[in-house]
């Protein structure tokens, strides 16, 4: 886990300078700060996963299959939600 600022938005500006676009694209959609406080408390979680994958992982077709599974999983987390 990031030690930025905990309602910040990723991706954090600069530290993923350099990957993929593919990469860049699905990962903004993670983004949680925007959100009211209880769906915070769900898409949050699942936000920051991201970000450590994408910390963790090279670029490519499996990383991007996964983000975008992973994005499946947050929206319908989040719907569960309301």
């Given amino acids: 886990m990031s030690e930025q ?3 910040a ?3 954090v500006p600069g530290e ?3 990957r993929h676009p593919g990469t860049l694209g699905l990962l903004r959609f993670f983004t949680w700060a925007h959100l009211p406080a209880h769906l915070q ?3 949050r979680p699942v936000g920051e996963l991201a970000e450590q994958m994408v910390r963790t992982l090279p670029d490519g077709p499996e990383l991007t299959a996964g983000l975008r599974k992973l ?3 947050k929206d319908c987390f989040v719907r569960a939600r309301l």
């Fill in 5 to 7: 600022d905990p309602t």
């Fill in 9 to 11: 938005p990723i991706p």
């Fill in 16 to 18: 993923f300078d350099g």
């Fill in 41 to 43: 408390d769900v898409s």
């Fill in 71 to 73: 994005l499946e999983a």
